[in-house]
């Protein structure tokens, strides 16, 4: 895991020194702004992910020297067929729409995004681990 | 139902519980990382096709002088649409959509994708995003006409009223968290599933660009996304955020855009990158020279180009010149990096030019004329003569040229895993000489029609301008690449007609993915084979190579040949990943 953290640091630490060097430079409030969200943006993940790589035991995918039989067991749950998601992307493209052609879709919309919503929870509770 | 998914060699066949679903239900109800990157997939060439088709109308209307083919209404319309459809929903959502969706779980050794049903749903909202954006035709005020780029103060409610400016905002929103969603899945998915034994340094360039690729689409869509809300609330609540008259300020868009804008170019990019990389070394019989290099350049181009958006904005007179120019100057130091490192894993290889490596030397040339190009305009008393004109234009359509090269490099490297068929070599052959030769017939006359003073987007110019024969010429390229296209729907519908049988690893690859059937089984693998190197498949097929031998770093960036191999021998952190006849010990 530590790859991984030193990975999401290094984008926090790029964009800490641009961000510095662009705001103490240019003064400019907008991209200084966003310079910052990007620094945050690798810096707080990135900070997380090497508190727990120190605390956690090697992962099977973090030892070159690792076999298959090491990672042996779940890997996760996985969710098989839903049209869940479907009703959902249905239901936010009417909601969408709603902002261009008036309110008479919104009902549509959000009736079968709150549905979409119902059903995924509906769904994760009675199948497996999740 | 929900399944839970086990290492292969310890599950049975047992696991999946209920049958899966077929045809149109199999569409819609598919949580599977492999039909999704299908559906991203034929979705993204439809879109593909349809901004062709725009491109060939802008073409014909360009190539006479005085031309009245379309008004230019219209021609505002088509050019708009066009640039829309290429970026947002044919270029990246084929590459972070498709190609990555279908390809990162196998090459890691994953069942699936971390979140299969939000990705599931990033798959409907770009397809309902998609479909809003085009609904912009059938409505009374028309499609989208501002440019993509929907500069402030054109895209006010004054300048472009109507629905159709709106249904491309709105369908952008959907968009952009579309492809947030698919950027948060590619970084768990590569962060928790892979299999053990692979390592962030074992994992294939193709893999670590989509992990950056996914980071750096973490930062730059938010902004984008959010910028189109803003822009929403200009033009319905009065928000006046880029409008001069209510306090705002128009060059904040262009800010809040190109933060997204300039990142974009290499979120489309990059997944091009590490498919060209794999697909040079399979074709070179060779491992990648200089991974560790290749890892890091991309890591740098992807941090460098989000400090650079500001060098589209050089003419607006209220940017930093000197920081975003010479911040744009220092890509081309990874950027070089890796195409001395593309040349070095060729380097001494058995170079094999089948059409995915045909595709690849293709990218290499069209890229590098971009890349020079856009070094060149990075400067800004260049800039400020060209900006646009056609040379930027041309600058930018050789980039995206390579990078549609790069995709069909991996629509034909892969296509034999997604579907078990192979396309055709002759046709693919044809579509590779008719797209490069196209390519270039199109757009390098335009560098000279920029440099001449023609201006981008405009729908007509006079005979007396001297911009006619430079515009012939580039229509006559557009036609080919219209024909290269074509042949290569014809290869797509003669494999489905006529198919030849592909069998699990047609390329003698060396990556995880080969190592499954084609296409795979529902949670991909029945078997993984031990990952000890960057090339498991290839170790399991060659034991021969299977010595285990470190290479200690040594200066001079020599090449050394040992048994007809060429090992590059490491310089200032570039090793010369595991040659056959070696393997390091990474870590």
Redesign the interface.
């Known amino acids: 895991?530590k790859?991984?953290a030193y990975?999401?640091l290094?984008?926090g630490v790029?964009?800490g020194l641009?961000g510095l060097?662009?705001w103490l430079?240019?003064h400019?409030d907008?991209?200084g702004i966003?310079?910052l969200?990007?620094f945050l943006?690798g810096c707080v993940p990135g900070l997380y992910y090497l508190w727990w790589s120190r605390r956690m035991p090697r992962r099977?995918?973090?030892?070159?020297?690792?076999?298959?039989?090491?990672?042996?067991?779940?890997?996760?749950?996985?969710?098989?067929?839903?049209?869940?998601?479907?009703v959902?992307?249905?239901g936010?493209?009417f909601v969408?729409?709603a902002?261009?052609?008036g309110a008479w879709t919104l009902g549509v919309g959000l009736f079968l995004a709150v549905s979409a919503l119902v059903g995924?929870i509906h769904?994760?509770r009675r199948?497996?681990?999740? | 139902m929900t399944i839970l998914a086990e290492r292969p060699e310890v599950f049975d066949e047992s696991f999946e519980h209920e049958p899966a679903p077929s045809g149109l239900l199999k569409w819609l109800t598919s949580t599977d990382h492999k039909v999704i990157g299908k559906n991203y997939t034929v979705t993204a060439v439809i879109f593909f096709l349809l901004a062709g088709a725009m491109a060939m109308l802008i073409r014909a209307q360009l190539a006479s002088p005085d031309s009245t083919f379309l008004s230019q209404h219209t021609y505002n319309e088509m050019f708009t649409m066009h640039g829309s459809l290429m970026i947002y929903l044919f270029v990246g959502p084929v590459a972070f959509g498709g190609l990555a969706n279908y390809i990162v779980p196998l090459q890691i050794g994953a069942p699936d994708m971390a979140f299969p049903r939000l990705n599931a749903l990033s798959y409907w909202l770009y397809l309902g995003g998609g479909l809003l954006m085009m609904t912009g035709f059938v409505t009374t005020g028309s499609a989208a006409d501002f440019g993509w780029v929907a500069y402030a103060p054109l895209s006010n409610s004054i300048n472009t009223p109507g629905a159709g400016p709106d249904l491309w905002i709105v369908a952008l929103i959907l968009t952009g968290f579309s492809a947030i969603f698919t950027g948060v899945n590619l970084v768990s998915t590569i962060y928790y599933l892979r299999a053990p034994g692979m390592t962030m340094f074992r994992m294939p360039i193709f893999t670590w660009n989509m992990l950056v690729t996914g980071i750096l689409i973490l930062i730059a869509f938010p902004v984008f996304t959010s910028a189109l809300v803003l822009l929403w609330c200009d033009r319905h609540l009065g928000a006046h955020i880029f409008e001069v008259q209510g306090g705002g300020v128009p060059v904040l868009w262009q800010d809040l855009f190109w933060f997204f804008g300039h990142p974009e170019v290499y979120i489309l990019a990059l997944p091009f990158f590490g498919i060209v990389t794999d697909v040079i070394a399979v074709f070179s019989r060779k491992p990648i020279f200089g991974y560790r290099g290749m890892v890091f350049a991309t890591i740098s181009i992807a941090a460098l180009s989000t400090s650079v958006w500001a060098h589209h904005m050089f003419t607006t007179g209220v940017v930093l010149l000197p920081f975003f120019s010479l911040m744009s100057y220092l890509i081309a130091v990874p950027t070089g990096i890796k195409f001395f490192n593309w040349i070095g894993t060729m380097w001494r290889g058995s170079v094999k030019f089948d059409t995915p490596m045909l595709f690849c030397i293709g990218f290499l040339a069209t890229f590098l004329i971009g890349g020079v190009t856009g070094i060149l305009l990075a400067s800004p008393p260049i800039d400020f003569a060209t900006h646009d004109t056609y040379f930027v234009v041309a600058h930018f359509h050789s980039v995206v040229m390579a990078l549609v090269m790069g995709a069909f490099a991996g629509f034909f490297y892969w296509y034999p895993k997604m579907t078990g068929r192979m396309l055709r070599e002759g046709l693919g052959k044809a579509t590779f000489w008719l797209m490069f030769i196209g390519t270039n017939v199109t757009f390098d006359p335009q560098y000279l029609l920029g440099l001449k003073g023609m201006p981008r987007r405009i729908a007509e110019y006079a005979a007396s301008d001297g911009f006619t024969t430079l515009n012939r010429i580039s229509s006559v390229g557009a036609a080919i690449l219209f024909v290269s296209v074509a042949l290569f729907v014809v290869n797509v519908v003669v494999s489905w007609l006529n198919p030849i049988p592909a069998g699990d690893n047609p390329w003698d690859a060396a990556t995880l993915e080969w190592a499954t059937t084609s296409p795979p089984p529902h949670h991909n693998f029945l078997k993984i084979p031990p990952i000890r190197s960057r090339r498991p498949v290839w170790d399991q097929n060659h034991p021969e190579d299977r010595i285990i031998e470190h290479h200690p770093p040594r200066l001079g960036g020599l090449m050394a040949s040992t048994g007809g191999s060429a090992v590059l021998l490491d310089e200032v952190g570039f090793d010369g990943g595991d040659s056959p006849g070696t393997r390091e010990r990474d870590q």
């Open positions: 895991m790859v991984e990975v999401l290094f984008v790029f964009f641009v060097v662009y430079w240019s400019e907008a991209g966003m310079l969200g990007s943006l099977a995918e973090d030892d070159p020297d690792a076999s298959l039989e090491d990672g042996a067991g779940a890997v996760g749950a996985f969710p098989g067929s839903s049209i869940w998601p479907f959902l992307g249905l936010a493209t969408a729409a902002l261009v052609f995924v769904e994760s199948g497996g681990l999740v």
